[in-house]
């Protein structure tokens, strides 16, 4: 028999793929927005103060009992629907019972063999890679979405590493206690190769895009939110036996999932190297040192004592709720991007700028209300998006709205505004100060458009400057660029710059 | 003779200071609060206001229903500080109906057992013999009404501990079905089996009682949302059983059942056909398994539901020496403030319910339980109650069964079916056994929803072993002062 370790050598990414062929499976649990907990009526809101939001149930107390919020499993259905899912006409929650000091009633609420979403599967686009490697796309199986609840959160007081072993003691917030979670829990996902951790990564990209795009979760990754549990094994390139896997915990950014994926497979190809075999077990992932360090042995024997919960009654949604459930469904999140890229002519790398600016839907909603894509793109990716990156909020939550874009673009077009008078204007409107127009108004914003004040300036400008217009006159046209911004400044930034070229050009005796 | 809330209270009161040190049938009396609402509903009724039916008629309240600042036990160590911040459904109606809550009364450790031997805080005696026992788990309860230290209590039955107390005390004991009484706020023994019914000396007493408490709870999932069956409207309607099809389980008596409880049921047989009822032998040929079933599920459930006493948030916390763990605290917690008979039972459940156990055990157990639903449906579709004695045997000595948990778990063996089926059961007193002079209990069964058929057919029982034995079974008790005496 040989040795079971878990051991911290690692081998070079590459070179472990040319020996082994890595087997992933994600669990990813997400927990829901609804205004109340799974089972009872406490509040959900994150950050409140620590046990503000507990009741006899939440806090398992003698004598009480869960009722099932609709809410949560409404969300659970359509979760199962948008990942291609059968659902249950009828299942159970289950009683998994264990003792830990942060679950108040020492056994989680969950569901075992009778999930309410089973058999789907989800497209995922792995976009093309540094070294390369060509954009594709991969199909991710789903075994399952069931419903649970959270447990409190404990927080370690003392030692050094946070965790229990050596703290001085602990305290436990069951705030978070019954929040609604769903766990969605992948198939293996098998034949990846050396693109599994990019196929981790955006399989969980795309489930969180598309459980935003459901409406169903915060979707905040470092709120805890979503968080991934990563199981990863080795097998021979060539074998089809699964290795034995570990499960690496709480992996919770896009790019901790990648590098856990990646560190796991060259510590087991160097395990496997060695002759030795993985041990099954829980894993730490530390995002500062990028390792994961051993945490407790898991066997498929843990013994949970699972049991129908007798507390609850069978959940079995009709047919005819499910398909008004799918009728909420959005659109696909992928899809949508694609046919969005494709009505707006943006490049690759504009929509991707867009994507990561969080900014799709009000750009959607800027160009129905009337700007072009370029120009609602160039606003919601720049200006304000610096503008909110330098408040630390999201960009939809600056008070400016799309119709706002829509009417400044409007106001550009028309040549009411130039640009920087436009940003004066985005100015007011963050200010509070009322709709583009009526911020224009009141600033007095508005391009001059009698050519004789700006003739004057250029008549002023050109005289002033007699070494630049020789120089203009001499072919170098473009140094008439230092004039237009003197001008500019003479008209207090209130003329059309095209205009002052022109007129500044035609001042000299010079063809533009 | 006309008498206000509070005279009848404080009479109530006197008595359990006079006689409850010998019974300890109370773990705890709250005469402030109860005279309190008495005084209120005194005041109201003088005001001319309308009151609900039992406004003013005090009651006492099995220690398994959560009372918000009243300290709640469930006869344990483990909750012996426990002052719940919220009150049982139960309680709220009892509240609402404005019944002064006299006090908790004792049970068997969270309701394991049948004769209250289990109570951390000492066993309760049997009025009619105070070296006996009062049954279990709810002997408090049924002691209190049988002593007259209540005119109602409630009481929790997962597998007779209202019924068997009833029918060992002289007391009507009822059972109502499964979801017809809330058990939010109820400490769970075994979620799937346990409901709440009254306890009281008469058939229409319970009715009355059981109407207040019944109905739909929103915050039990398991609650069935239909109005309460029409008890009260059955318990004092008519006394003609005629054309009313009466079955008797063929597979329950016989072979362990005392000479006194058999010639009680056999009488009361004689009764109900002189009623106008036509007899019927049915056969449930899945009820030998019932105990064996019972004893599978209720500590499976059990298991789990008990876990969540650790110590952490609330409860009896017991800390080992050097600086132990959480888990450490939580296992001496509960090596420590768990009886002997709690252990047993978590024991046997966790064993159950373990991975490679559980469908030989559990997973047997539950189909059991759905061929005993099914043996009382096609029961059921023969005759309109079912009838049985209520226990094999009346009240033994205390202590005598305490090292034998199987011979202390065959009391429940007429009264663990309905449990497992989720259909109502009623004791009514039937009699005394001339051997011993002791209570007996006859038991009468209905299908699902169908309480008031328990009602019915008990009034009309009652009446009858009224006219025949010249007067209620509980009027033959002796008093506690002679038998102190």
Same mark, same amino acid.
């Given at each position: 028999?040989?040795?079971?370790t @878990?051991?911290?050598?690692?081998?070079?990414f590459a070179?472990?793929?040319?020996?082994?062929?890595?087997?992933?499976?994600l669990?990813?649990?997400?927990?829901?927005?609804?205004?109340?907990?799974?089972?009872?009526?406490?509040a959900?809101?994150?950050g409140?103060e620590?046990?503000?939001?507990?009741c006899?149930?939440c806090?398992?107390l003698?004598?009480?009992?869960p009722?099932?919020?609709?809410?949560?499993?409404?969300?659970?259905?359509?979760i199962?629907?948008?990942?291609?899912?059968?659902?249950?006409?009828w299942?159970?929650?289950?009683?998994?019972?264990?003792f830990?000091?942060?679950?108040?009633?020492?056994?989680?609420?969950?569901?075992?063999?009778?999930?309410?979403?089973?058999?789907g599967?989800?497209?995922?686009?792995?976009p093309?890679?540094?070294?390369?490697?060509?954009?594709f796309?991969?199909r991710? *199986?789903?075994?399952?979405?069931?419903?649970?609840?959270?447990?409190?959160?404990?927080?370690?007081?003392g030692g050094?590493?946070?965790r229990?072993?050596?703290?001085?003691y602990?305290?436990?917030?069951?705030?978070?206690a019954?929040?609604?979670?769903?766990?969605?829990?992948?198939?293996?996902?098998?034949?990846?190769?050396?693109?599994?951790?990019?196929?981790?990564?955006?399989?969980?990209?795309?489930?969180?895009?598309?459980l935003?795009?459901?409406?169903?979760t915060h979707?905040?990754?470092?709120?805890?939110?979503?968080?991934?549990?990563?199981?990863? @094994?080795?097998?021979?390139?060539?074998s089809?036996?699964?290795?034995?896997?570990?499960e690496?915990?709480n992996?919770n950014?896009?790019? @901790?999932?990648?590098?856990?994926?990646?560190?796991?497979?060259?510590?087991?190809?160097?395990?496997?190297?060695?002759?030795?075999?993985? /041990?099954?077990?829980?894993?730490?992932?530390?995002?500062?040192?990028?390792?994961?360090?051993?945490?407790?042995?898991?066997?498929?024997?843990?013994?949970?004592?699972?049991?129908p919960e007798?507390? /609850?009654?069978?959940?079995?949604?009709?047919r005819?709720?499910?398909?008004?459930?799918?009728?909420?469904?959005?659109?696909?999140?992928?899809e949508?991007?694609?046919r969005?890229?494709?009505?707006?002519?943006? @490049?690759?790398l *504009?929509?991707?700028?867009?994507?990561?600016?969080?900014?799709?839907?009000?750009?959607?909603?800027?160009?129905?209300?009337?700007?072009?894509?370029?120009?609602?793109?160039?606003w919601w990716?720049?200006?304000?998006?610096?503008?909110?990156?330098?408040?630390?909020?999201?960009?939809?939550?600056?008070?400016?709205?799309p119709?706002?874009?829509?009417?400044?673009?409007?106001?550009?077009?028309?040549g009411? /505004?130039?640009d920087?008078?436009?940003?004066?204007?985005?100015?007011?409107?963050?200010a509070?100060? &009322?709709?583009?127009?009526?911020?224009?108004?009141?600033?007095? /914003?508005?391009?001059?458009?009698?050519?004789?004040?700006?003739?004057?300036?250029?008549?002023?400008?050109?005289?002033?400057?007699?070494?630049i217009?020789?120089?203009?006159?001499?072919?170098?046209?473009?140094?008439? &660029?230092?004039?237009?911004?003197?001008?500019?400044?003479?008209?207090?930034?209130?003329?059309?710059?095209?205009?002052?070229?022109?007129?500044i050009?035609?001042?000299?005796?010079?063809?533009? | 003779?006309?008498f206000?809330?509070?005279?009848?209270t404080?009479a109530?009161?006197?008595?359990?200071?006079r006689i409850?040190?010998?019974?300890?049938?109370?773990?705890?009396?709250?005469?402030?609060g109860?005279?309190a609402?008495?005084?209120?509903?005194?005041?109201?009724?003088?005001?001319?206001?309308?009151?609900?039916?039992?406004?003013?008629?005090?009651?006492?309240?099995?220690?398994?229903?959560?009372t918000?600042?009243?300290?709640?036990?469930?006869?344990?160590?483990?909750?012996?500080?426990?002052?719940p911040?919220?009150? +049982?459904t139960?309680v709220?109606?009892?509240?609402e109906?404005?019944?002064?809550?006299?006090?908790?009364t004792?049970?068997?450790?969270?309701?394991?057992?049948?004769?209250?031997e289990?109570?951390?805080?000492?066993?309760?005696?049997?009025p009619?013999?105070?070296?006996?026992?009062?049954?279990g788990?709810?002997?408090?309860?049924s002691?209190?009404?049988?002593?007259?230290?209540?005119?109602?209590?409630?009481?929790?039955d997962?597998?007779?501990?209202?019924?068997?107390?009833?029918?060992?005390?002289?007391?009507?004991?009822v059972?109502?079905?499964?979801?017809?009484?809330?058990r939010?706020?109820?400490?769970?023994?075994?979620?799937?089996?346990?409901?709440?019914?009254?306890c009281?000396?008469?058939?229409?007493?319970?009715?009355?009682l059981?109407?207040?408490?019944g109905?739909?709870?929103?915050?039990?999932?398991?609650?069935?949302?239909?109005?309460?069956?029409?008890?009260?409207?059955?318990?004092?309607?008519?006394?003609?059983?005629?054309?009313?099809?009466?079955?008797?389980v063929?597979?329950?008596?016989?072979?362990?059942?005392?000479?006194?409880?058999?010639?009680?049921f056999?009488?009361?047989?004689?009764?109900?056909?002189?009623?106008?009822?036509?007899?019927?032998?049915?056969?449930?040929?899945h009820?030998?398994?019932?105990?064996?079933?019972?004893?599978?599920?209720?500590?499976?459930? +059990?298991?789990?539901?008990?876990?969540?006493?650790?110590?952490?948030?609330?409860?009896?916390?017991t800390?080992p020496?050097?600086?132990?763990?959480?888990?450490?605290?939580?296992?001496?917690?509960?090596?420590?403030?768990?009886? $002997?008979?709690?252990?047993?039972?978590?024991?046997?459940?966790?064993?159950?319910?373990?991975?490679?156990?559980?469908?030989?055990?559990?997973?047997?157990?539950?189909?059991?339980r759905?061929?005993?639903?099914?043996?009382?449906?096609?029961?059921?579709?023969?005759?309109?109650?079912?009838v049985?004695?209520?226990t094999?045997?009346?009240?033994?000595?205390?202590?005598?069964?305490?090292d034998?948990?199987?011979?202390?778990?065959?009391?429940?063996?007429?009264?663990?079916?309905?449990?497992?089926?989720?259909?109502?059961?009623?004791?009514?007193?039937?009699?005394?056994?001339e051997? $011993?002079?002791?209570?007996?209990?006859?038991?009468?069964?209905?299908p699902?929803?169908? $309480?008031?058929?328990?009602y019915?057919?008990?009034?009309?029982?009652?009446e009858?072993?009224?006219?025949?034995?010249?007067?209620?079974?509980?009027e033959?008790?002796?008093?506690?002062?002679?038998?102190?005496?």
């Amino acid at each position: 028999m040989s040795v079971t370790t @878990s051991s911290q050598a690692t081998v070079p990414f590459a070179e472990a793929l040319t020996r082994y062929e890595p087997v992933m499976g994600l669990e990813v649990h997400v927990e829901l927005s609804t205004a109340t907990k799974m089972f009872c009526g406490c509040a959900t809101e994150f950050g409140a103060e620590p046990n503000t939001q507990t009741c006899p149930v939440c806090l398992g107390l003698p004598g009480a009992l869960p009722v099932v919020n609709g809410t949560a499993v409404e969300s659970a259905i359509r979760i199962g629907l948008a990942l291609n899912c059968r659902i249950a006409e009828w299942c159970r929650f289950a009683r998994k019972n264990y003792f830990y000091p942060d679950m108040p009633k020492n056994f989680q609420t969950s569901q075992y063999d009778e999930p309410i979403a089973f058999d789907g599967w989800l497209d995922v686009e792995v976009p093309a890679n540094e070294d390369g490697g060509p954009a594709f796309t991969f199909r991710v *199986e789903i075994e399952r979405a069931h419903m649970e609840e959270d447990t409190g959160k404990s927080t370690h007081v003392g030692g050094s590493t946070g965790r229990i072993h050596g703290a001085e003691y602990s305290v436990v917030d069951f705030n978070r206690a019954g929040i609604p979670l769903i766990e969605i829990v992948t198939k293996p996902m098998v034949g990846a190769g050396d693109r599994a951790p990019e196929v981790a990564r955006a399989y969980v990209a795309a489930l969180r895009d598309l459980l935003r795009a459901l409406d169903v979760t915060h979707g905040r990754m470092e709120q805890g939110n979503i968080r991934c549990d990563a199981n990863v @094994s080795l097998m021979p390139v060539g074998s089809e036996t699964f290795g034995t896997r570990t499960e690496t915990k709480n992996v919770n950014s896009l790019r @901790s999932v990648e590098r856990a994926v990646r560190y796991e497979i060259t510590r087991h190809a160097a395990v496997l190297d060695a002759g030795e075999a993985i /041990l099954q077990e829980t894993r730490h992932w530390h995002e500062d040192t990028g390792v994961t360090t051993s945490g407790r042995p898991k066997s498929d024997a843990d013994d949970y004592r699972y049991f129908p919960e007798p507390d /609850l009654v069978p959940v079995a949604p009709s047919r005819e709720e499910v398909e008004r459930l799918r009728a909420t469904l959005p659109e696909n999140p992928a899809e949508r991007r694609r046919r969005l890229q494709a009505d707006w002519g943006f @490049s690759d790398l *504009e929509m991707r700028d867009v994507v990561n600016a969080g900014a799709v839907d009000v750009i959607e909603q800027t160009v129905a209300a009337g700007a072009s894509p370029a120009a609602a793109r160039k606003w919601w990716t720049g200006d304000l998006a610096r503008r909110a990156n330098a408040d630390g909020v999201a960009v939809t939550d600056l008070g400016v709205t799309p119709a706002h874009i829509a009417e400044l673009d409007g106001l550009v077009t028309g040549g009411r /505004l130039n640009d920087s008078m436009a940003r004066q204007v985005v100015d007011g409107v963050v200010a509070g100060e &009322g709709t583009p127009t009526q911020v224009a108004d009141a600033r007095g /914003l508005e391009l001059v458009q009698d050519d004789s004040a700006l003739q004057a300036a250029v008549d002023k400008v050109v005289g002033a400057n007699p070494d630049i217009v020789e120089r203009i006159r001499g072919g170098k046209v473009q140094a008439a &660029g230092a004039l237009i911004g003197q001008v500019m400044k003479e008209m207090r930034g209130q003329a059309d710059a095209a205009r002052a070229r022109e007129l500044i050009l035609a001042t000299v005796g010079v063809e533009g | 003779m006309t008498f206000t809330s509070v005279e009848l209270t404080q009479a109530h009161l006197d008595r359990i200071g006079r006689i409850d040190p010998a019974l300890n049938a109370f773990l705890l009396v709250d005469a402030e609060g109860a005279l309190a609402t008495a005084a209120n509903v005194d005041g109201a009724r003088a005001a001319g206001e309308e009151l609900p039916r039992l406004a003013g008629v005090p009651v006492a309240v099995k220690d398994i229903a959560c009372t918000k600042g009243m300290t709640t036990t469930a006869g344990s160590r483990m909750l012996e500080h426990f002052v719940p911040p919220y009150d +049982a459904t139960i309680v709220t109606r009892l509240r609402e109906a404005r019944m002064p809550i006299l006090g908790k009364t004792n049970m068997d450790e969270f309701a394991m057992g049948s004769s209250t031997e289990h109570s951390a805080f000492g066993p309760t005696r049997n009025p009619w013999d105070l070296d006996r026992i009062p049954g279990g788990s709810g002997g408090g309860s049924s002691a209190a009404v049988a002593a007259y230290l209540a005119p109602l209590a409630i009481g929790s039955d997962t597998g007779g501990s209202i019924r068997q107390p009833a029918a060992v005390t002289g007391s009507v004991g009822v059972k109502p079905t499964y979801g017809g009484v809330s058990r939010y706020g109820v400490i769970a023994l075994a979620s799937s089996l346990d409901q709440i019914g009254p306890c009281a000396r008469t058939v229409a007493d319970a009715a009355l009682l059981h109407e207040v408490i019944g109905g739909h709870d929103p915050m039990d999932s398991t609650s069935i949302d239909a109005p309460v069956p029409p008890v009260v409207a059955a318990a004092t309607g008519t006394r003609d059983l005629t054309g009313m099809k009466v079955g008797v389980v063929r597979e329950i008596g016989g072979e362990g059942y005392q000479d006194g409880v058999l010639r009680r049921f056999e009488e009361a047989l004689e009764l109900l056909r002189g009623l106008g009822a036509e007899i019927v032998e049915v056969s449930c040929p899945h009820f030998v398994y019932a105990m064996a079933a019972y004893y599978l599920i209720q500590p499976s459930e +059990a298991s789990s539901n008990l876990a969540r006493y650790d110590a952490m948030r609330y409860g009896a916390r017991t800390t080992p020496e050097g600086s132990p763990s959480a888990e450490q605290v939580m296992a001496a917690s509960r090596d420590e403030a768990f009886g $002997d008979e709690v252990k047993r039972r978590i024991i046997l459940g966790t064993y159950a319910l373990s991975s490679g156990y559980y469908d030989a055990y559990y997973g047997q157990a539950q189909k059991v339980r759905t061929l005993i639903a099914r043996d009382f449906a096609a029961a059921f579709e023969q005759v309109d109650v079912l009838v049985s004695p209520t226990t094999p045997t009346t009240a033994f000595r205390i202590g005598d069964k305490l090292d034998d948990p199987m011979a202390m778990y065959l009391n429940d063996i007429a009264t663990i079916p309905a449990n497992l089926a989720g259909v109502p059961g009623m004791s009514i007193p039937s009699g005394v056994a001339e051997e $011993d002079g002791l209570p007996v209990g006859v038991q009468i069964l209905a299908p699902a929803m169908e $309480d008031q058929r328990l009602y019915a057919v008990g009034a009309a029982l009652e009446e009858r072993l009224r006219e025949v034995q010249g007067g209620y079974v509980i009027e033959k008790a002796p008093q506690i002062e002679e038998v102190r005496a």
